[in-house]
T-cell receptor, first 108, second 115 residues
Framework: AQRVTQPEKLLSVFKGAPVELKCNYS??????LFWYVQYSRQRLQLLLR??SRESIKGFTADLNKGETSFHLKKPFAQEEDSAMYYC??????????FGSGTQLTVLP | DAGVIQSPRHEVTEMGQEVTLRCKPI?????LFWYRQTMMRGLELLIY????????DSGMPEDRFSAKMPNASFSTLKIQPSEPRDSAVYFC?????????????FGSGTRLTVV
């Protein structure tokens, strides 16, 4: 079964500290993974796609097929990073499966 | 491009009333998704359409919920009769059904409160 697990519902870090939001997946094929971000009371926005190997707003995510993980990382968290983060797995040609989300709070 | 447009942004209604939520996908996108977001359950897929045809409605909670897509530029999600437990944010999203897959583009959502 295709599944995305985000084990932390809530995560708090201090400004300037490193942050890692965990995402694990189960998928029998070649996975394609995404991170979406939702700032307070706004729409979900695509943050990054693993196949692009990009860094957006200082965030990076590496696909680790051995550990079936796609953790989102940023070396120095900023207060404006406070948001809900969703990991998503492409489960069919055009469909995504979303994790339950992690609410990140960056404390001053 | 104005993106995915949802209306209304906020809706407050009394229990038992009919509620209709609207969505205009991005022009040229031919897959459309309706999601419900709550604190307790997170993001739930309700239904999705491909080329205006409902493909999977297994997430629709019960018969009180119905969705239509009469053409490529418009979809509705209707709740009749509404109940307080339907209070949530409802998101519409669209994507291309062919070519490079960039994921979904979401609308701003409709915040529904049923009192």
């Amino acid at each position: 079964a295709q599944r995305v697990t985000q084990p932390e519902k809530l995560l708090s870090v201090f400004k300037g500290a490193p942050v890692e939001l965990k995402c694990n997946y189960s998928y029998s094929g070649s996975p394609e993974l995404f991170w979406y971000v939702q700032y307070s009371r706004q729409r979900l926005q695509l943050l990054l796609r693993h196949i692009s190997r990009e860094s957006i707003k200082g965030f990076t995510a590496d696909l680790n097929k051995g550990e079936t993980s796609f953790h989102l990382k940023k070396p120095f968290a900023q207060e404006e990073d406070s948001a809900m983060y969703y990991c998503a797995l492409r489960r069919s040609a055009r469909q995504l499966t979303f994790g339950s989300g992690t609410q990140l709070t960056v404390l001053p | 491009d104005a993106g995915v447009i949802q209306s209304p942004r906020h809706e407050v209604t009394e229990m038992g009333q009919e509620v209709t939520l609207r969505c205009k996908p991005i022009s040229g996108h031919n897959s459309l998704f309706w999601y419900r977001q709550t604190m307790m359950r997170g993001l739930e897929l309700l239904i999705y359409f491909n080329n205006n045809v409902p493909i999977d409605d297994s997430g629709m909670p019960e018969d009180r919920f119905s969705a239509k897509m009469p053409n490529a530029s418009f979809s509705t999600l209707k709740i009749q009769p509404s109940e307080p437990r339907d209070s949530a944010v409802y998101f519409c999203a669209s994507s291309l059904a062919s070519g490079v897959f960039y994921g979904y583009t979401f609308g701003s959502g409709t915040r529904l409160t049923v009192v």
